[in-house]
Antibody, heavy 121, light 112 residues
Framework: QVQLQESGPGLVKPSETLSLTCTVS????????WNWIRQPAGKGLEWIGH???????NYNPSLKSRVTMSVDPSKNQFSLRLSSVTAADTAVYYC???????????????WGQGTLVTVSS | QSALTQSASVSGSPGQSITISCTGT?????????VSWYQQHPGKAPKLMIY???KRPSGISNRFSGSKSGNTASLTISGLQAEDEADYYC????????????FGGGTKLTVL
């Protein structure tokens, strides 16, 4: 059974960079796409982007200028960096695995439990 | 692209059936049979309930079913049970020139 676990600071100051890591256990990170999705309190889900095990990425166009994702197959981990954060970036951040059909994204089958990141001075 | 449109809330009594709709456009829901549905209980991570419009993952009750007509996808839950009370989100691939994934705003299901 694949399990994902997010980790990182729960509090980030405005204008600084949010950094989170997702550790994958129970399966290999190789040959899959790994995603970050966030959810502000009381609101819906927003796809941030994903990274393939080889390092290729796709980012949400609305966040693209501030997002960087990386992967470390040797540690079975992938990471998110979101720069120049504001209060609007306060949310629960989830990591998730996605399944593709050909070149098209199909569904998210495994999710982490989520981690709350608050942007505040 | 804008988020997919879901009604904010729906309710039903135990044993009844309800349907949650998810409306997109010809660029997302209407173009791809790649709609998925997620159940989220308070404080928990989303859980995959339906994928590729109609398919159920292993372990998901056959009380949950999905369909699509044009730009609107639907999730139907039959034989409502108390544990079905949760938020439900639809999701669709929306890429064409730009890779995009869209979620609906979520529907709160209340079991009366």
């Amino acid at each position: 059974q694949v399990q994902l676990q997010e980790s990182g600071p729960g509090l980030v100051k405005p204008s600084e960079t949010l950094s989170l890591t997702c550790t994958v256990s129970g399966g290999s990170i190789s040959s899959y796409f790994w995603n970050w999705i966030r959810q502000p309190a009381g609101k819906g889900l927003e796809w941030i982007g994903h990274i393939y095990s080889s390092g290729s990425t796709n980012y949400n166009p609305s966040l693209k200028s501030r997002v960087t994702m990386s992967v470390d197959p040797s540690k079975n981990q992938f990471s998110l960096r979101l720069s120049s954060v504001t209060a609007a970036d306060t949310a629960v951040y989830y990591c998730a695995r996605v399944i593709f059909r050909g070149s098209l994204l199909s569904y998210f089958d495994y999710w982490g439990q989520g981690t709350l990141v608050t942007v505040s001075s | 692209q804008s988020a997919l449109t879901q009604s904010a809330s729906v309710s039903g009594s135990p044993g009844q059936s309800i349907t949650i709709s998810c409306t997109g456009t010809s660029s997302d829901v209407g173009s791809y049979n790649l709609v998925s549905w997620y159940q989220q209980h308070p404080g928990k991570a989303p859980k995959l309930m339906i994928y590729e419009v109609t398919k159920r993952p292993s372990g998901i009750s056959n009380r949950f079913s999905g369909s699509k007509s044009g730009n609107t996808a639907s999730l139907t839950i039959s034989g409502l049970q108390a544990e079905d009370e949760a938020d439900y989100y639809c999701c669709s691939y929306a890429g064409s020139s730009t890779f995009v994934v869209l979620f609906g705003g979520g529907t709160k299901l209340t079991v009366l």
